[in-house]
């Protein structure tokens, strides 16, 4: 079945350092990738996708890259910010499955 | 603007007792998933509706049940409420078939059952 492994542990940064939160998937067809944000005491929101093999998601300077070959979609940011602070999940959709699998997500802590 | 709610966002019962959690989208959104979310778990599907009068079991349904009489609502009910089941529960919607669309979160109920 379709899985997402995430590193162990929470993440703790100082501000305008770089961030990365690696990612690895297993699935059986052509999955959809995500990563979720979520800020303390809220739901999930989407903070990027990529679809298919070689697209690179971005957003508020975060970007992931879909790579078929390491079944990877790892995070990165170049400068990270305290309102940074949040848990991100990595997770993915088989196509014409709707059912998001998710990684057990991070903590990313950014201290001033 | 459209938006998915829950509601409560807390709440406290005893074990065996029968609970509803709510979940309302105004999206109009086919489909539409309860997730439960434990510490060293991230999140796990409990059950899915792709529309109306459509339910699905995901992972780990045993002990919860939905119905979906429109396309707003899917409340989710736990039977006999147990220790295990307290956990924070998250609604969300999507509206295509296809596995890349957006699923959208509501902002969580916090269930402990003593």
């Known amino acids: 079945g379709n899985s997402v492994t995430q590193m162990e542990g929470p993440v703790t940064l100082s501000e305008e350092a770089f961030l990365t939160i690696n990612c690895t998937y297993t699935?059986?067809?052509?999955?959809?990738l995500f990563w979720y944000v979520q800020y303390p005491g809220e739901g999930l929101q989407l903070l990027l996708k990529?679809?298919?093999?070689?697209d690179k998601g971005s957003n508020k300077g975060f970007e992931a890259t879909y790579r078929k070959e390491t079944t990877s979609f790892h995070l990165e940011k170049g400068s990270v910010q305290v309102s940074d602070s949040a848990v991100y999940f990595c997770?993915?959709?088989?196509?014409?499955?709707?059912?998001?699998?998710f990684g057990k997500g991070n903590q990313v802590v950014v201290i001033p | 603007d459209a938006e998915i709610t829950q509601s409560p966002r807390h709440k406290i019962t005893e074990t065996g007792r029968q609970v509803t959690l709510a979940c309302h989208q105004t999206?109009?959104?086919?489909?539409m998933f309860w997730y439960r979310q434990d510490l060293g778990h991230g999140l796990r599907l409990i059950h899915y509706?792709?529309?109306?009068?459509?339910?699905n079991k995901g992972e780990v349904s045993d002990g919860y049940s939905v119905s979906r009489s429109n396309t707003e609502d899917l409340p989710l009910t736990l039977e006999s409420a147990a220790s295990s089941q307290t956990s924070v529960y998250f609604c969300?919607?999507?509206?295509?078939?296809?596995?890349?669309?957006?699923?959208?979160f509501g902002p969580g109920t916090r269930l402990t059952v003593l």
């Open positions: 509706s792709y529309g109306v009068q459509d339910t």
């Open positions: 997770a993915l959709t088989d196509y014409g499955n709707n059912r998001l699998a």
């Open positions: 969300a919607s999507s509206q295509g078939d296809r596995g890349a669309d957006t699923q959208y």
């Open positions: 699935a059986t067809g052509y999955p959809s």
């Open positions: 999206w109009n959104h086919n489909n």
């Open positions: 990529a679809t298919k093999a070689d």
